[in-house]
């Protein structure tokens, strides 16, 4: 069975598909994992982001894999380095571009081949999987993703206003929803969540009530 949750950025797909995958006893894609390797693998060959024909060249070479929920590019253990600030800075050189978008899509279909998975991102149930079993799209309202990342940041030691966070989120909201490639809007068959007035536990919970529902209409079908 394959889940997808899609969303917006802030509105915790991320932390709720990993938890969700855990309390079904499914596997975990991190997609987004997959571009930032190629991005990392990018800064270490030096590689020029203006020139897209390199960068498909390196993409087609690397080797990117998943082991016991790490993330693993060419034999070496990445999953601390491709979080990091330069890695984030040229993602966009990476993830705009469709041949490799086209690459990783078929990477991460070869994945999930006779895999219970749990996958998160942009476009999972409108255009990676779309006839993934059960879809998601996980959202909130902009102040509540704002309001959220800035209590993340502050956990974190760093403070950062408001109004700044929601200026930049806004920004992000809208060049991931124009995006020609990859871009972010929910699959038609998508199950809406709106988590403004829920916890994180209560959107885990939603999450696995949706799953669990699907999967007995699934079972009783016949189709699992």
Known sequence: MI?????PAGAGKSSIARQAADS?????LDTGAMYRAV???????DVD????ASILRLCKKVNIEFRDRRVWLNGNDVTSLIRTPSVTD??????DIAEIREILTQKQREFVEGRDVVTEGRDQGSEVF???QCKIFL???PEERARRRQQQLSEAGRYVPLEDILVQQNRRDEEDCKRPIGGLRAAQDAIILESDSLSLDEVLLEVLRIVHQRRGE???AGHL
């Open 3 to 7: 889940v997808t949750i899609d969303g």
């Open 24 to 28: 079904l006893g499914f596997e975990f």
């Open 39 to 45: 991005a990392l693998a990018g800064i270490r060959a």
């Open 49 to 52: 982001w203006n020139d897209k």
């Open 90 to 95: 040229v993602i966009r050189h990476v993830a």
């Open 130 to 132: 779309p006839h993934a």
């Open 139 to 141: 959202t909130a309202s």
């Open 218 to 220: 699934l079972a009783a």
